[in-house]
């Protein structure tokens, strides 16, 4: 689902980049965030738990829902989306023989 959100050129770096970044802004700062949260509340770490589940189930929702009326997500994001063409020669010349003639 994510990866649509790029272009084919730069998929794989932009993935990376995004799940390191989620990665250390999750789980670098959690023991931080979470001693320092224990202090006032000694359920904290529990309700960090109850928030991310709640998170991943909308997104979950909305993914399911988008996809229901239609929507491809695919097609998310700044860069255009470049279909595959169905004649072999127009992957090798990188333009539609349309529009050379």
């Not at 970044?21 to 023991?31: D, E, Y």
């Not at 738990?49 to 189930?57: E, G, L, N, Y």
């Not at 929507?71 to 072999?88: E, S």
Request: charged fraction near 15%; include cysteine.
């Amino acid at each position: 689902m994510t990866a649509g959100m790029f272009p084919t050129e730069i998929r794989n770096t932009a993935l990376g980049c995004l799940t390191n970044v989620v990665i250390c802004m999750t789980g670098g700062f959690s023991p931080l965030f979470l001693n320092w949260l224990s202090k006032y509340n000694s359920m904290a770490p529990a309700f960090y738990v109850m928030f991310w589940c709640f998170v991943s189930a909308v997104t979950v929702a909305l993914a399911i829902a988008l996809e229901d009326r239609g929507m491809v997500l695919r097609h998310i994001g700044d860069a255009p989306h470049r279909p595959t063409p169905a004649d072999p020669e127009e992957c090798t010349s990188g333009r539609s023989p349309k529009s050379i003639q």
